[in-house]
């Protein structure tokens, strides 16, 4: 049986007309009026409808559904097209944005120079840096062997500054351990320890000095110094020195002022954009999630770098806490550090994460070979970084302070003279080298004043009486200081050289020889002559 016409247009339609209640019904009385059969005869009148439509007698056309139902109109092309292009447009739009992270932000160059600039304007760095080396000199009892050296330090912009150190070594097949710590409180006092000195000491004063170990008096003494944080403080250095206290304290304000102002650090990042003197290689590397960018260091790029930091705020404001200071001091302590030695050859690692472009590695690799040695070495620095601002700061509680520090060591070094003195009597080389362990403790102690007297006057004293202008660098009457080359170990000589150069010289016990500690551009090593080189 065909489908009637309304039920064509219907399915052409695209509708179900499973849905379309008719106006009209057929109403059923008996299950038998559903059927198409009576007996043996067919009777149209009663045929089922199709799809539950009404029979052909009771259709009626103007009431069918078919006569209302709106057919759908034919797709517009201009909808499919702008549908195209606005996806080709989206492709473009993700490969065009694919090439600018590539080609663009991802560029080696870009990558390093937007971490440099991060790490100048970090409010906080905590760093960890790790120096090995197969480093050796000697042989025999007395070989040493470097092993590693641990710096830890935490910085932030308060200014505060927290310092761990641990040097690893070993002498003679031991291994020695020695230990510092510092801390800079955000007001200028300086607190600092050490550890484990007592060993290396006596290792040092009975094999290189008397020949015997250091005394239980001496040991007792150097180990009342061993972890006790001694205090320097504002002041103690405003009473010492009161220019240099105020210079000091007007450079911790500047310091203070300008680390907290945008301005600055804008100044600091433009100063790097404009002369960026680190050089990156194209090609990377990586390792543990991070990049690394083998880089060069420009000097060129890096005296432009400080030339243009002496135009921050920053810079200018602590320039004005001290007039004299060396303007050029800011380029020439960048520079250096660009160029490789004549023996040796430097490689630099940065390592940075490529999402942020955060520093988080630094990688220094020396290949050389010192002076006199048959072999090259190769020490590896290793500096991790974090930028946690939030990592607190605890200023140690001080255990004695500088001046009390000072008339430990000066005691300490009466009582080891006293031990060379005392030495048992022996062969006459263990007596020898007791006497020139005496000559050296004592030049080092005229060293340390010249250096005091330089620290404050720009140069070393001219004269022997000069010593006694400061405070801090004034002789005790114990140390006999002659201008002449002395005449026994018993004598140093102090010679001032010319500006910037000075000399301070004893007499070595073991071979009558004159031996010089240079001071500046002073002559060291053995002489015959004063300020002759």
């Known amino acids: 049986m065909k489908p009637n016409q309304n039920d064509q247009i219907s399915n052409q339609a ?3 007309t499973q849905s379309v209640q008719p106006r009209q019904t057929v109403q059923v009385g008996t299950t038998a009026a559903n059927q198409p059969y009576q007996g043996n005869s ?30 759908p109109r034919k797709k517009s092309k201009k909808k499919l097209i702008i549908l195209l292009v606005s996806l080709g447009a989206l492709l473009l739009l993700a490969g065009g944005a694919a090439y600018a992270y590539m080609a663009v932000y991802q560029k080696p160059e870009n990558v390093v120079l937007d971490a440099m600039s991060k790490a100048l304007s970090a409010q906080a760095i905590q760093s960890k840096t790790v120096v090995t080396s197969d480093f050796t000199l000697g042989n025999g009892e007395n070989a040493f062997s470097f092993s590693k050296l641990t710096l830890d330090m935490n910085t932030n912009y308060n200014p505060n500054v927290q310092t761990n150190a641990v040097l690893t070594f070993s002498i003679g097949g031991k291994t020695y351990n020695v230990a510092a710590d510092g801390f800079v409180a955000d007001n200028g006092d300086v607190y600092f320890r050490v550890n484990s000195v007592t060993d290396i000491l006596n290792y040092y004063y009975s094999r290189i000095g008397t020949g015997v170990e250091l005394s239980d008096k001496t040991r007792q003494m150097i180990k009342g110094l061993e972890n006790k944080w001694i205090k320097y403080s504002v002041a103690d250095m405003k009473e010492q020195n009161p220019d240099s206290a105020k210079a000091y304290s007007c450079v911790i304000d500047a310091y203070k002022k300008n680390t907290n102002n945008n301005e600055t650090n804008t100044q600091l990042q433009k100063a790097y954009k404009d002369h960026p003197f680190i050089d990156v290689s194209d090609k990377t590397k990586s390792r543990d999630g991070l990049t690394g960018y083998d880089v060069t260091l420009n000097k060129d790029k890096a005296k432009q770098f400080g030339e243009a930091v002496k135009q921050t705020q920053l810079y200018k404001d602590a320039k004005a806490c001290d007039p004299d200071a060396d303007p050029d001091s800011v380029s020439e302590n960048i520079a250096p550090v660009t160029e490789d030695g004549d023996t040796g050859k430097t490689s630099y690692t940065v390592w940075v994460d490529s999402w942020s472009h955060t520093l988080r590695q ?3 690799v ?20 974090a930028y946690d601002s939030s990592v607190s700061f605890t200023t140690p509680k001080a255990d004695m302070t500088a001046k009390e520090l000072q008339e430990k060591l000066t005691k300490l070094s009466e009582q080891l003279s006293a031990d060379a003195e005392n030495v048992p009597s022996g062969t006459d080389s263990i007596r020898n080298r007791a006497k020139k362990t005496g000559s050296i403790v004592r030049a080092n102690l005229v060293t ?50 010319g500006s910037g150069s000075a000399q301070v010289v004893y007499k070595d016990s073991t071979t009558n020889k004159y031996v010089s500690q240079g001071l500046g551009r002073g002559p060291n090593g053995e002489v015959t002559a004063l300020c002759a080189k």
């Open 42 to 71: 067919y009777n149209p009148t009663m045929a089922p409808s199709y799809r539950n439509e009404p029979s052909a007698a009771e259709f009626d056309p103007t009431t069918s559904p078919a006569s209302t139902l709106q057919l």
């Open 362 to 364: 630094v990688e220094v």
């Open 14 to 16: 695209g509708v179900s």
């Open 366 to 385: 020396n290949t050389s070979k010192p002076s006199g040695a048959d072999k090259e070495f190769t020490t590896k620095v290793l500096t991790e970084l």
């Open 448 to 497: 340390k004043k010249a250096e005091a007297y330089y620290a404050i006057n720009g140069d070393y004293p001219k004269t022997i009486a000069d010593f006694a202008k400061e405070a801090e660098s004034e002789l005790n009457d114990e140390v006999i200081v002659v201008n002449t080359l002395p005449s026994d170990t018993g004598s140093l000589a102090y010679k001032y050289c």
